[in-house]
């Protein structure tokens, strides 16, 4: 009896297990309907610093490293691993040996096999980037490898000085001019991936049209008609191409918002951020708002004062207007995207950011505290206060946040301040040289680190230092980011951030952060996604549900 | 006949040469720089960038350099902003659109406008007439900027007649082509009655009617043919415009065209991309002037050009 049932118990159990792994197969659909607001300027790694453009290039290629988007750290990509030798100028990476160099052709739809990605495809990467002949704007960011700056600014016409090497065909070592904690994120970014002499030698500017390009990344491309589509197609060699479900991506180029959003209430579209004017209608629709995501973005906005414009040249009023903005009303009644209040410059997912630590106390909305250090500046209730007038760029929405915080001012602290704005090139030239007295500006990460947003920012001498900061803070702001750059130890460079946004946004009210942007994004139930905490998105890994 | 339009054809040359040599000033005048962004580059990179688009060169190099690029090799320059594309392949890219949608626009406008005009002058002071006029001044009070986004309300989001935007199928041409044209309809229309009412006040339709013609051939023979001269001229200027684009329509519908460009380009100052279009579009302008002169030999007998 008991063997018998021991039996029969057992059958079941095996059967059970075999009909609970036969689940019936996911019916998935291998295209997706996707936009890009604005014609990708280039698809050269070498070349792109817009976002659109370094979407296609992650689409296209692969980095020696990448950002992860849940953590946004630094994660192996196209290298294994890497190494740093102990005075922290060297870095090792290790490269995947299963990484060719495919080139679609559009005609036949067939991909043709050309070779591996190799260490010298970096090297030659990196030289390219930093001669000055290719003209790369992005050159700046690789000025901590040795040599770069020197090639890059004419100083040296020695591409072979440039501090990259291809120790074997797949180990490639960088040699750096400081210590930098940060460098395998800038090793990975796009403006280092490794890149194929052969067709940019054969095409030249052109290599990266369809049937020209060679790529290495998830996907291959397959279409680009200029300003209207680009279609890219799964790479099925791809070395994780067994995670890629979607065969084709169609591109759509649709500018205007207004029209994107209703291409994705037609169906024309998978995907789209919705247009602020719609966010209302969204909110109350039962469909559109369960399909409406927000979550955490990788900018922050902000207003700077030049502090050597009186009455800006006062500490004091500076921390009063800061003071005096009600960014949570702004959020709540002009922007309606879920933006967070930003006490810090770095916005929150950077490294070093003090955006979420507990211990942070930056300026906030705090009428009274504002009144009472206007008082102390010896302008009580903004008497005597010379006129003071805030900049921006020509844009309705930039102008309803300025209009906002005019009247937010006005009724918190009293104080009567004029706006002006202009046409956005002369804006940038104005800020750039002699920036008004508050002036309106962004920061988006290129890579998740304080360096990227304090030190180029900010920095007395390194950076364009708009603001004109001088004195005593300015100096041991100076001292404390060159330090962080430096060192190699997280716990110390987080201190010493914690320290420099100090004086930038509290001690010395540098400037006033607004808010920290959202992704805003409006998907259909059948996408099965991932949202990106780092500023790019892996659009090869979704899936599309059969619909 | 010949010479006339070899001479008018000759006098484009010092009328383009005018034309840039006021945009290439005006372009460069205006503050801003094609590589100030919005993450300032270092003044090294700026110089790596100016030297790579011989910006380095003084003002009235470059301008020399870019007109001989122009008559020598027919080569107006690189684009600023997408590197690898020229301003020849912009327009080879996105000028067959425009012209496709202008054409299409023209062909609504006088579809649509002539026949309303006529019907409105003939049917003067009728329910006709209001109906008519009614129509042309809805078309010319709504913009386009309006006009496109009710279509797609209603064509595209309730009636699931079109896609909502793009191009390349002949229903993505639908909507757009209506947007443009409706609005250069209603003003056909308009001049085409106003036009006609006057013309047919004249002489030479009563003798034409007390010859004993029909109605049919004095109106279309003797009337229209004269009343279509201020059609035909306002048609000249409207062809130029259409045929090299329209901003707004282009934005709304997502067309490949060249109508963003005039505006993009400015704001990117986006040097040859600005001097291009413009040049461009002086170019049709002229071309469609005349045009619309040689018509008038056609339609007028008095006119004659020698």
Redesign the interface.
């Known amino acids: 009896m008991s063997k018998r049932f021991t039996l029969v118990l057992v059958v079941l159990m095996v059967l059970a297990a075999v009909l609970s792994a036969c689940k019936p197969a996911e019916k998935l659909v291998t295209t997706i309907n996707l936009n890009f607001a604005t014609?990708p300027?280039?698809m050269?790694p070498g070349?792109s610093?817009d976002t659109t453009s370094v979407d296609c290039v992650n689409m296209l290629f692969m980095g020696l490293s990448r950002l992860d988007i849940e953590t946004v750290e630094t994660k192996p990509y196209l290298a294994t691993e890497w190494s740093v030798s102990a005075d922290g100028l060297v870095w090792t990476f290790k490269m995947r040996k299963d990484v060719f160099w495919w080139r679609w052709d559009p005609a036949t739809q067939k991909a043709e096999k050309k070779r591996p990605v190799v260490a010298g495809d970096i090297v030659y990467a990196v030289r390219r980037v930093a001669n000055?002949?290719?003209?790369?704007?992005y050159?700046?960011v690789d000025y901590i490898i040795k040599g770069v700056?020197a090639v890059?600014?004419g100083e040296s016409t020695d591409l072979e000085s440039v501090g990259v090497r291809a120790v074997d065909d797949y180990t490639v070592e960088f040699t750096l001019t400081q210590p930098a904690g940060y460098f395998a994120a800038i090793a990975g970014m796009w403006t280092n991936n490794p890149v194929p002499r052969e067709p940019i030698e054969q095409f030249?500017?052109?290599?990266?049209?369809p049937g020209n390009i060679w790529t290495c990344g998830p996907t291959y491309l397959d279409v680009w008609?200029?300003?209207?589509?680009v279609v890219m197609k799964k790479n099925p060699n791809w070395f994780d191409a067994k995670n890629v479900f979607i065969e084709t991506y169609n591109w759509?180029?649709?500018?205007?918002d207004?029209?994107a959003m209703?291409?994705y209430?037609?169906g024309?579209l998978d995907v789209t951020p919705p247009p602020l004017s719609d966010m209302d209608r969204i909110k109350a629709d039962p469909t559109l708002s369960k399909e409406l995501y927000i979550g955490p973005g990788t900018c922050t906005y902000y207003y700077g004062f030049n502090t050597s414009k009186p009455p800006l040249d006062n500490v004091k009023v500076r921390q009063a207007l800061s003071h005096g903005i009600d960014r949570q009303k702004l959020i709540d009644t002009v922007l309606k995207g879920g933006q967070k209040v930003a006490t810090t410059f770095a916005c929150p997912g950077v490294f070093g950011t003090p955006a979420e630590d507990p211990n942070w106390k930056g300026i906030e909305f705090d009428p009274a505290k504002g009144k009472a250090l206007l008082a102390e500046a010896g302008y009580p209730d903004g008497k005597g206060l010379a006129e003071i007038t805030l900049m921006f760029n020509t844009s309705a929405g930039h102008q309803r946040i300025a209009e906002f915080i005019q009247q937010s001012w006005k009724e918190n602290l009293g104080l009567d301040i004029k706006l002006a704005n202009q046409?956005?090139?002369?804006?940038?030239?104005?800020v750039?040289t002699d920036a008004p007295q508050i002036y309106r500006?962004?920061?988006c990460l290129?890579y998740p680190d304080e360096n990227n947003w304090v030190l180029e920012n900010f920095h007395t001498t390194k950076s364009?230092n708009n603001p004109k900061w001088s004195g005593a803070n300015a100096v041991e702001f100076d001292r404390l980011t060159e330090e962080a750059a430096l060192s190699n130890d997280p716990a110390k460079r987080k201190e010493l951030y914690f320290k420099a946004e100090q004086l930038l946004t509290v001690t010395d009210a540098v400037i006033a952060p607004i808010y920290y942007y959202t992704s805003v994004v409006m998907t259909k139930p059948y996408v099965e996604r991932t949202y990106s905490k780092a500023g790019h998105q892996e659009f090869w890994y979704w899936k599309v549900q059969a619909h | 006949m010949g010479r006339y339009i070899i001479r008018r054809l000759l006098l484009l040359i010092p009328v383009l040469f005018f034309i840039s040599v006021i945009t290439f000033a005006l372009a460069h005048a205006?503050?801003?720089?094609p590589?100030?962004?919005?993450?300032?580059?270092?003044p090294?990179?700026i110089?790596?960038?100016e030297?790579?688009?011989g910006l380095d060169q003084p003002v009235w190099k470059q301008y020399v350099d870019y007109v001989t690029d122009i008559a020598f090799r027919f080569d107006f320059g690189p684009s600023y902003?997408?590197?690898?594309?020229s301003v020849n392949?912009?327009f080879a890219?996105?000028l067959p659109v425009s012209a496709q949608l202008g054409l299409a626009a023209i062909v609504i406008a006088l579809v649509i406008g002539l026949p309303l005009g006529i019907l409105s002058a003939l049917k003067q002071n009728t329910l006709w007439d209001y109906l008519g006029m009614g129509l042309a001044i809805f078309g010319v009070s709504v913009p386009a900027i309006v006009l496109g986004?009710i279509l797609?309300?209603i064509f595209?989001?309730a009636l699931?007649w079109f896609?909502?935007?793009?191009?390349?199928t002949p229903a993505k041409m639908v909507m757009p082509a209506f947007a443009l044209g409706l609005r250069e309809s209603a003003i056909i229309a308009r001049l085409t009655r106003a036009s006609m009412l006057q013309v047919i006040r004249e002489d030479y339709i009563r003798t034409a009617r007390a010859k004993g013609l029909s109605e049919r051939v004095v109106m279309v023979r003797h009337a229209l043919k004269n009343a279509f001269i201020p059609v035909a001229t306002i048609l000249g200027p409207m062809f130029a415009a259409l045929l090299t684009g329209t901003f707004i329509v282009e934005?709304?519908?997502?067309i490949?065209?060249m109508g963003?460009y005039f505006i993009t380009s400015i704001?990117?100052?986006d040097y040859p991309v600005v001097m291009g279009t413009i040049l461009l579009y002086a170019v049709f302008l002229v071309l469609a002037n005349l045009a619309v002169d040689l018509t008038y030999a056609f339609l007028d007998p008095r006119i004659r050009y020698t």
Not at chain 1, 132 to 137: G, I, L, Q, V, Y
Not at chain 1, 252 to 256: K, R
Not at chain 2, 81 to 85: A, E, H, Y
């Open positions: 014609e300027p280039t050269d070349l610093t000055p002949e290719t003209a790369s704007d050159a700046y700056q890059n600014t030249g500017d052109k290599w990266t049209e008609e200029h300003e209207n589509k759509a180029i649709v500018n205007d207004a029209t209703a291409m209430e037609n024309e046409e956005w090139a002369v804006y940038l030239k104005t750039n500006m962004g920061w290129d364009l | 205006v503050p801003g720089g590589f100030d962004r919005e993450k300032p580059l270092p090294e990179v110089a790596n960038l030297k790579y688009y902003r997408s590197r690898g594309r392949d912009i890219d996105h986004p797609i309300l595209a989001l699931h896609p909502v935007a793009g191009w390349g934005q709304i519908f997502a490949p065209g963003k704001t990117n100052r």
